[in-house]
């Protein structure tokens, strides 16, 4: 079973949802960190990091000496990534996205492709947690390669039939959709605010297109307006759970403290958040 | 000679476009007699790279200057290798920025001048 924890808007709180469900599952469980971007997962979860391997996209090079400067590359490159001169081919690699397109129709044969690395996975181990995440390399623009090396990483280590929490980065663009693929359930983290709400709505739309159920856990809860509840009312969408917007709350957070050890009465409202999720998977 | 100016419309009457990779049109034109071709931008909301995509647009359309607000990086990078001049800084109306260019009253670029996907920021 493989539990996603999206949001749509930054800052809402998947991270602190995502590692505090993972902390009240009981059985043996994988926790992936597919914000590559911006991992912070191991921060609360604290593993004991025991592999970590480079991740490499393959990006073109040009042999000068057989290239007649047609053009060809430059024209089916989806990404425009490079661009071809009188005399020169320049490559931009921070582009690229490894698609292979260019060496396999280059009428020269002079496209090889050579490996850029473009980030790490880590896979470690706390108690009942097995922790896989990715580090993209500062400065690099593509996340899902890395993603779904994540993912594979999780996949070869995956024995029996076990839950999965993946913590999922913000927005509804590719790494998002990389991230949430194959999921049997998504949690959907938003604040009552408009802000939230926009991209509350904007993540549904993604989710219901991705055909992967989904519920909401407002977070700050008792701040802001009711639009985020008006929304899922009308939409039909359940409320899975509610996280007020308490000092101790934000305190345990800023120390790096999961909110269950912080305020262990938590624990019982994540056991319940994964015991109503398992029933939703179970009916669909 | 043809140097091509970044603009909003398809006429030498159009406001410059401040952006490079995203402008609505690139009016190529002859400074001295005013002849003129009116290229709609393909990469107005393409994902990224639109500055280089621009870049071999002038490549191969054999422009040798190009006069506009801003140059992102990856853009200034493409144009530079292809020796083709860089202005930025223009603004108003087409046909005043190839007035201004005859008259020598500008001056080339050193780098890029504004950071990537500024042209994205700026609407339109």
């Known amino acids: 079973m493989i539990i996603s924890v999206a949001s749509g808007k930054g800052g809402t709180g998947k991270t602190t949802v995502a590692t505090n469900l993972a902390l009240s599952i009981e059985n043996n469980i994988q926790f992936l960190d597919c914000d590559v971007e911006e991992p912070n997962a191991h921060i609360f979860l604290t593993p004991r990091i025991k592999e970590k391997y480079p991740v490499s996209i393959p990006i073109p090079q040009i042999d000068l000496s057989k290239c007649n400067f047609c053009g060809r590359c430059a024209q089916i490159c989806a990404y425009n990534a490079l661009a071809v001169l009188k005399d020169k081919v320049l490559v931009f690699p921070e582009l690229c996205h490894g ?23 880590e896979a470690g181990q706390r108690g009942n947690i097995e922790f896989i995440h990715g580090l993209l390399n500062i400065g690099e623009a593509m996340a899902p390669p890395l993603i779904r090396a994540v993912k594979k990483k999780a996949q070869e280590q995956r024995s029996m039939p076990l839950t999965t929490v993946i913590d999922v980065p913000p927005g509804t663009s590719c790494p998002v959709i990389e991230s949430v693929k194959n999921s049997d359930f998504c949690i959907l983290v938003t604040e009552p605010t408009p802000f939230g709400l926009n991209d509350l709505m904007l993540a549904v739309q993604t989710l219901k297109e991705l055909k992967i159920p989904f519920g909401v856990v407002i977070n700050r809860s008792d701040l802001g307006d009711k639009g985020v509840d008006d929304y899922c009312r009308k939409e039909q969408i359940p409320v899975l759970l509610r996280i007020p917007f308490k000092k101790e709350i934000a305190s345990a957070y800023s120390k790096g403290i999961p909110l269950v050890e912080a305020l262990p009465q938590y624990k019982s409202e994540f056991k319940h958040l994964f015991a109503t999720i398992k029933c939703n998977i179970s009916q669909t | 000679m043809k140097i091509c100016v970044t603009s909003q419309g398809d006429n030498l009457g159009s406001l410059v476009d401040p952006r490079f990779g995203r402008c609505q049109y690139f009016i190529i034109v002859d400074p001295d007699t005013l002849e003129f071709e009116a290229v709609r931008n393909p990469s107005v909301s393409v994902g990224g790279g639109a500055g280089i995509q621009a870049g071999q647009l002038m490549t191969n359309k054999g422009v040798e200057v190009v006069l506009t607000g801003n140059v992102g990086p990856n853009a200034f990078a493409t144009l530079q290798a292809a020796g083709v001049g860089i202005i930025t800084g223009i603004s108003g109306k087409v046909c005043e920025a190839v007035e201004n260019y005859k008259k020598g009253k500008h001056q080339s670029t050193g780098g890029p001048t504004v950071n990537r996907h500024f042209g994205i920021k700026e609407g339109g």
Do not use: F, H, M, R
């Open chain 1, 99 to 121: 698609c292979g397109a260019c060496s396999y129709l280059c009428p020269q044969g002079a496209i090889k492709e050579t490996n850029k690395v473009i980030g790490y996975v």
